[in-house]
T-cell receptor
Framework: GAVVSQHPSWVICKSGTSVKIECRSL??????MFWYRQFPKQSLMLMAT?????????EQGVEKDKFLINHASLTLSTLTVTSAHPEDSSFYIC????????????FGSGTRLTVV | GNSVTQMEGPVTLSEEAFLTINCTYT??????LFWYVQYPGEGLQLLLK?????DKGSNKGFEATYRKETTSFHLEKGSVQVSDSAVYFC????????????FGEGTQLTVNP
């Protein structure tokens, strides 16, 4: 079936550093990828939508200069948290839309980011 | 705009009990409806879906019927297992949100042996 690989699964970084999270569709081409943030015991908050080869569309209130999204190919999207601060600590999940399977959505396994 | 409302959790049941998690939605047009499950520390997995009114989605003993007249998509299972313990999200696709999924708040289910 459709698989989305997201890594790292967890990362701890120091304040002020940048962290990159990768999301790869392993066996299909993802026309669109979505990045979510999830706080403990809460639902998923959509951060941005990215289409291959074009700039990401950010949701209102999400700082595009802080959360850099690159979707360079049909199988890879990256989220870079720049100059991370403790309040950026969260669970980040990507999702890819599968063009070959009725445009269904497949989610990555998530990345737990802790900024110390 | 679109919205999804789930019954508040957490829900705690004994093994083999009957499960219902309510989900109602607001959307224009004819959205598709989904239930996703999230196990601890993991991403979301599609549990079942329904794309039009009166469709019944089913998987792993779970069922949900797309009821347009009541704008609902309640999740049911006749006999839950400990392994069903997870967070369940109702979601819709379509209407004013285009290609973006709209999620409910999530319902934590704990099944005790």
């Amino acid at each position: 079936g459709a698989v989305v690989s997201q890594h790292p699964s967890w990362v701890i970084c120091k304040s002020g550093t940048s962290v990159k999270i990768e999301c790869r569709s392993l066996d299909f081409q993802a026309t669109t990828m979505f990045w979510y943030r999830q706080f403990p015991k809460q639902s998923l908050m959509l951060m941005a939508t990215s289409n291959e080869g074009s700039k990401a569309t950010y949701e209102q209130g999400v700082e595009k200069d802080k959360f850099l999204i690159n979707h360079a190919s049909l199988t890879l999207s990256t989220l870079t948290v720049t100059s991370a601060h403790p309040e950026d600590s969260s669970f980040y999940i990507c999702s890819a839309r599968n063009r070959d399977r009725g445009y269904g959505y497949t989610f990555g396994s998530g990345t737990r980011l802790t900024v110390v | 705009g679109n919205s999804v409302t789930q019954m508040e959790g957490p829900v705690t049941l004994s093994e083999e009990a009957f499960l219902t998690i309510n989900c109602t939605y607001t959307a224009t047009g004819y959205p598709s409806l989904f239930w996703y499950v999230q196990y601890p520390g993991e991403g979301l997995q599609l549990l079942l879906k329904a794309t039009k009114a009166d469709d019944k989605g089913s998987n792993k003993g779970f069922e949900a019927t797309y009821r347009k007249e009541t704008t609902s998509f309640h999740l049911e299972k006749g006999s839950v297992q400990v392994s069903d313990s997870a967070v369940y999200f109702c979601a819709l696709l379509g209407g004013t949100s285009g290609s973006r999924l709209t999620f409910g708040e999530g319902t934590q289910l704990t099944v005790n042996p």
